[in-house]
């Protein structure tokens, strides 16, 4: 399963535009790449998912390079109700085996 | 959330007691699987079942074991909790090739005293 790296932590202001960076150096051709949302004492929540170039939803936009080692969630004028972890995750979804990691802590100051 | 609901919500038990978690769905997803959250870790999967009766090892199993007898329901059991397992505790489902991945439960803290 490929390994995902994520910065531990974000600052932003709100009213930005955040754009959170994952690395998938080992990401296999049939993986696809999926974030989530995670606020304190609930699950996390799925916030966008794709395989190549860019997709957009009424939440974020999820940009991946031709070569697929990584990707960028984009989160456009945040709020402080964004702060969260925020997760990315790479695996087929015909097995659904997913591992977590630490996830990205995105703190948005007023 | 919606169609997975996880029992009990809170637990306090006793070390070297057997504890059963439960996760109910009504989505009649075909994957549930268990995860545990510490701090400083994430979220770490336990065990997933891909069907009624199927069911394999996370990453971090030792300790837990799983039962699926029916497709909404998907029990953890700590044969007998030690206070390492004190954790929060996250049920989850999927259904295999849908673009939505994972949906969560709300989650069940349980504590080993």
């Known amino acids: 399963l490929a390994k995902t790296t994520q910065p531990i932590s974000m600052d932003s202001y709100e009213g930005q535009e955040v754009n959170i960076t994952c690395s998938h150096n080992?990401?296999?051709?049939?993986?696809?790449i999926t974030w989530y949302q995670q606020f304190p004492s609930q699950g996390p929540r799925f916030i966008i998912q794709?395989?190549?170039t860019k997709v957009t939803n009424e939440v974020a936009s999820l940009f991946i390079p031709a070569d697929r080692k990584s990707s960028t969630l984009s989160l456009p004028r945040v709020s402080l109700s964004d702060t969260a972890v925020y997760y990315c995750?790479?695996?087929?979804?015909?097995?659904?085996?997913?591992?977590f990691g630490s996830g990205t802590k995105l703190n948005v100051k007023p | 959330d919606a169609g997975i609901t996880q029992s009990p919500r809170h637990k306090v038990t006793e070390t070297g007691t057997p504890v059963t978690l439960r996760c109910h769905q009504t989505?009649?997803?075909?994957?549930m699987y268990w995860y545990r959250q510490d701090p400083g870790h994430g979220l770490r999967l336990i065990h997933y079942?891909?069907?009624?009766?199927?069911?394999d090892k996370g990453e971090v199993s030792d300790g837990y074991s799983v039962s699926r007898s029916k497709t909404e329901d998907f029990l953890l059991t700590l044969e007998s909790a030690t206070s390492s397992q004190t954790s929060v505790y996250f049920c989850?489902?999927?259904?295999?090739?849908?673009?939505?991945?994972?949906?969560f439960g709300s989650g069940t803290r349980l504590t080993v005293v």
């Open positions: 989850a489902i999927s259904e295999p090739g849908r673009d939505y991945g994972y949906t």
């Open positions: 080992n990401i296999a051709t049939n993986d696809y």
């Open positions: 794709g395989y190549k």
């Open positions: 995750l790479v695996g087929d979804l015909n097995f659904n085996k997913f591992y």
């Open positions: 989505e009649n997803h075909r994957y």
């Open positions: 079942s891909y069907g009624v009766k199927d069911t």
